[in-house]
T-cell receptor, first 111, second 114 residues
């Protein structure tokens, strides 16, 4: 079983602050995805990273895949209340058909 | 939303009763998945399907069965519900042509087993 550990589990910050969420594993993943989930809804795909060392930006969100493809990070610059939600990383192992999800990071951004 | 609906959206049932949850998609995607979401566990795969009548087990399949008799419908059945199966259940489809198993999720079904 491939495990993904996310940290921190909870994060409460003020509007305007920066933050980083981490997703770590002992396994090498073919690719890794980040999802965001709001209360009462299903997760929504934000980004997929595939190549070791890859960096992708989505407005104020920066995603990085580790060189060894075992870890990833999500950095949010100048967080806004609209960024509040549950952030989930999910990995694909051996180019398969299933996703393995991390436990999630619940972010609250206070105005 | 990739045309995914789940029914019912909320259900309360008693221990020992059978429960069936339905996932319906309108875009003819081959792969469909059932997950459960519990605090601190992210999403855990229960079963998935890679075509009509083709299904496979996921990480937490015990106590659950699935069926897919039509491309558009994927049913999840709890033969005899237990309190440990109280959870939020999500259906997902794999984006057709995606090489990286990217998925779109339905809105979820909140199941409470008393």
């Amino acid at each position: 079983t491939q495990l993904l550990e996310q940290s921190p589990q909870f994060l409460s910050i003020q509007e305007g602050e920066n933050l980083t969420v981490y997703c770590n594993s002992s396994s090498v993943f073919s690719s890794l995805q980040w999802y965001r989930q709001e209360p009462g809804e299903g997760p929504v795909l934000l980004v997929t990273v595939v190549t070791g060392g890859e960096v992708k930006k989505l407005k104020r969100l920066t995603f990085q895949f580790g060189d060894a493809r075992k870890d990833s990070s999500l950095h949010i610059t100048a967080a806004q209340p609209g960024d509040t939600g549950l952030y989930l990383c999910a990995g694909v192992w051996n180019a398969g058909n299933m996703l393995t999800f991390g436990g999630g990071t619940r972010l609250m951004v206070k105005p | 939303d990739a045309g995914i609906t789940q029914s019912p959206r909320h259900k309360v049932t008693e221990t020992g009763t059978p429960v069936t949850l339905r996932c319906h998609q309108t875009e003819n995607h081959r792969y469909m998945y059932w997950y459960r979401q519990d605090p601190g566990h992210g999403l855990r795969l229960i079963h998935y399907s890679y075509g009509v009548k083709d299904t496979d087990k996921g990480e937490v399949s015990d106590g659950y069965s699935v069926s897919r008799s039509k491309t558009e419908d994927f049913l999840l059945t709890l033969e005899s519900a237990t309190s440990s199966q109280t959870s939020v259940y999500f259906c997902a489809i794999r984006v057709s042509g995606s090489p990286h198993t990217e998925q779109f999720f339905g809105p979820g079904t909140r199941l409470t087993v008393l």
